[in-house]
């Protein structure tokens, strides 16, 4: 184990890793990692917020950006494992290393450093395993706390981490015990501005062309990466349109909250024409969302796109569904629209033929169907 100081979870290039799986399985392969070197590296600044730095303290970091002979690509910055306050902790350089998507590796030191607790206490291989979990964990309940919850420390605390002695209420899982400021420290540098910056970076690098492939061809966390990438570099034309049209049946969750946001993004007839093929492709979570942003929106639905929507009254069972496309046509009827609310007075489900019966008699085309809602009034008049 003298060997190893990298802590995280590459997918294939290792150097000198610490993880007792990967140590194992290079020594049954000889030692050998072929292509597992590092020829490229390049370098730029980006501007990093971190809520333990101090006033007036630079907020420009190098990032690195390194490729394998193989292809692989991987970016790293090198940090303070803690940010010292009254010259009570020992400040250890770490490197965290990033995908080219934003998303965590893992942690390296230096041959010979190793990371403290509380009371000096070193490191043991169960406490740099827990750290990588920790780092590994986006919706840490580090994300919530400042700097000035963990400074309040009892007098007379010293140590490499005496701000561990702070009375601070924190999930165990989510730091190492004795050493809560090195965890909150490392957790803010792996989940900071860098992330943005190196899925920026990516996507510049890649080109605006191939982000929209990653649109069509991507697994989930690319597709999220590419739509993001496409609002950022507005890029909004027919072949955006098509990539994101495409996954609109299988986005969910998240992702059909990016799906939404590059819809209300477009402008003018683009958002008109998008919005009519997305409500015929998508799937139920992304419609309702479009129903809802209609009926929230400031944009007045053209009338053509209000009678296409109404055509979908016909064919849907679904009642959220039918609600909201109620709410739309209500706002801007017509008598087309009118002609499909009025189809469900005979809907076989008696709360969607009462919603019906009141859009339509609320409505200026109410006397144009005097028939349909005498016979249902009279029929159902205790109901009403």
Known sequence: MSIGIMFGQFAG??????????????????????ACQWPTTEQFDVVVNHPGMKPGESKLRQLNRQQSWSGEVRFFVDVNSVFCGEGICRVDPVRLYW??????LGYELSRGVALEKAEGIDFDAA??????????????????????KLLSRPRGDSGADAFSGASVLVNE??????????????WHWVHSDLVAAIRNHTADYLGADKVVDLVRAGNRQQQLFAIE???????????AQQAVLALSPSATGVLAEHVMMFAEQLAGQDYWQFVQRLFQRANDDIVSQLLSTLLAARRVVPANVVDQLSEQLAVTDNLQHIYLLLDVIQRQPSAQSMSAVAALINHPNFIVSRRAYWSLADSEFAADYQTELEHFRNQYTDRL
């Open 13 to 34: 290039c290792f150097s000198a890793v610490r993880r007792r799986a990967m140590v194992a399985a290079l020594i049954v392969a000889g030692g050998a990692v072929p």
């Open 229 to 239: 990438q496409l609002l950022r570099l507005s890029r909004f034309d027919g072949q």
């Open 173 to 186: 899982n989510h730091v190492v015990s004795g050493a809560i400021w090195t965890s909150y420290t490392l």
């Open 127 to 148: 406490d740099y395993d827990k750290l990588d979990a920790i780092l590994a964990f986006a919706d840490s309940d580090l994300k919530h706390l400042t700097p000035e």
């Open 99 to 104: 995908n080219e998507l934003g998303q965590y």
